[in-house]
């Protein structure tokens, strides 16, 4: 789905802080939202967890920084990192370039995926509206 200049794949769950989820086997991989992407501007560092840590949904867990923006990671469910991408920290412009493909961040081995993918949102009607909402933030902010 594309939305106001913004894409949202429809095969993803995203939570309010505009991070998506994607159900590989036992793993979820998490990522930042084109949104972000666009918002931050070039993405010049990304603060990556440790593997094995534990993450709880919603709660921040790292940070990614651009020349005009520093923004906190929130984990999309509950659990432990499983995986990191590495890459980003030689190139974390990747969140950029692929927001969805090689700029994901890491790969949680959740621990409730059904109730926390519960709590996610699907790109929907409601979806859209609270995406609208968040652009017109943006807009205001801009004024």
Not at 57 to 85: L, T
């Amino acid at each position: 789905m594309e939305f106001e200049g913004y894409v949202f794949p429809d095969d993803l769950k995203y939570e309010q802080n505009h991070f998506w989820a994607r159900t590989e086997g036992d793993l979820v991989v998490t990522g930042a939202t084109e949104f972000i992407a666009k918002q931050a501007g070039e993405i010049t560092f990304v603060d990556l967890p440790e593997e094995n840590v534990g993450l709880t949904q919603g709660k921040p867990y790292g940070s990614i920084e651009s020349g005009k923006w520093v923004g906190r990671i929130y984990a999309v469910v509950s659990g432990e990192v499983a995986e990191v991408n590495q890459a980003l920290e030689d190139e974390p412009e990747k969140i950029n370039e692929a927001p969805y493909g090689d700029g994901w961040i890491c790969k949680i081995r959740p621990s409730n995926l059904d109730a926390d993918l519960a709590a996610l949102m699907s790109p929907d009607e409601s979806f859209n509206k609270f995406i609208m909402g968040e652009i017109e933030k943006v807009e205001a902010q801009k004024k």
